[in-house]
């Protein structure tokens, strides 16, 4: 059973920072990887996903790679602001079945110090 | 941009009542997913339905059904709620995949509304 685990659970750094969340999962047979961010009390913005047959996306700051073999994503942020002060969620679309289907992991919460 | 519309943010009802859910999606997704989210045991699937009046369960059906009469909306019944479903629901929708063009797409979510069973 796909198992999907990131650590830390929290992690608090001062602006400026560039910082990197993890993500695991134990069965590599993956379709895709997303990442997600939820602010307190809100739904799940979708920020980048990347397919099982690339190794990494980038939009503005932010910088998700994969590498499928060892189970592994990591989320880059550049130059961190207090604005990115949120819980960031990694998820994955098994290979077999649905593809929209996804697997959660707990998620990250993140705070960023003025 | 996508919206996915969930009706309330917040519903407060009693144990042994009949709940609605519904949420709306204005993309012309195919696919429709109900979530609920917990401290300590994160995003759980509980339906998720690909087409109109089809639906498959999720992680954790017990104790809900669900609807999908017309494309753009799916509704969550909580036949008899009971206390141990007070929590936060949560709506996406994402286009259908083929596989085979190996084009994964995000899944786009709502609000969330957070019940309360009493």
């Known amino acids: 059973k796909q198992e999907v685990t990131q650590i830390p659970a929290a992690l608090s750094v001062p602006e400026g920072e560039n910082l990197v969340l993890n993500c695991s999962f134990t069965?590599?047979?993956?379709?895709?990887l997303q990442w997600f961010r939820q602010d307190p009390g809100k739904g799940l913005t979708s920020l980048l996903l990347i397919q099982s047959s690339q190794r990494e996306q980038t939009s503005g700051r932010l910088n998700a790679s994969l590498d499928k073999s060892s189970g592994r994503s990591t989320l880059y942020i550049a130059a961190s602001q207090p604005g990115d002060s949120a819980t960031y969620l990694c998820?994955?679309?098994?290979?077999?079945?649905?593809?929209?289907?996804?697997?959660f992991g707990q998620g990250t919460t993140l705070q960023v110090k003025p | 941009d996508v919206k996915v519309t969930q009706s309330s943010r917040y519903l407060v009802k009693r144990t042994g009542e009949k709940v609605f859910l519904e949420c709306v999606q204005d993309?012309?997704?195919?696919?429709m997913f109900w979530y609920r989210q917990d401290p300590g045991l994160g995003l759980r699937l509980i339906y998720f339905?690909?087409?109109?009046?089809?639906?498959e369960k999720g992680d954790i059906p017990e104790g809900y059904s669900v609807s999908r009469e017309k494309k753009e909306r799916f509704s969550l019944i909580l036949e008899s709620a009971s206390t141990n479903q007070t929590s936060m629901y949560l709506c996406?929708?994402?286009?259908?995949?083929?596989?085979?063009?190996?084009?994964?797409?995000?899944?786009?979510f709502g609000d969330g509304t957070r019940l309360s069973i009493l």
């Open positions: 339905s690909y087409d109109v009046k089809m639906k």
């Open positions: 993309m012309d997704h195919e696919n």
């Open positions: 996406a929708s994402s286009r259908l995949s083929f596989r085979q063009a190996e084009v994964g797409q995000p899944q786009h």
């Open positions: 069965d590599s047979a993956i379709y895709n």
């Open positions: 998820a994955v679309s098994p290979s077999i079945g649905n593809t929209g289907k996804l697997i």
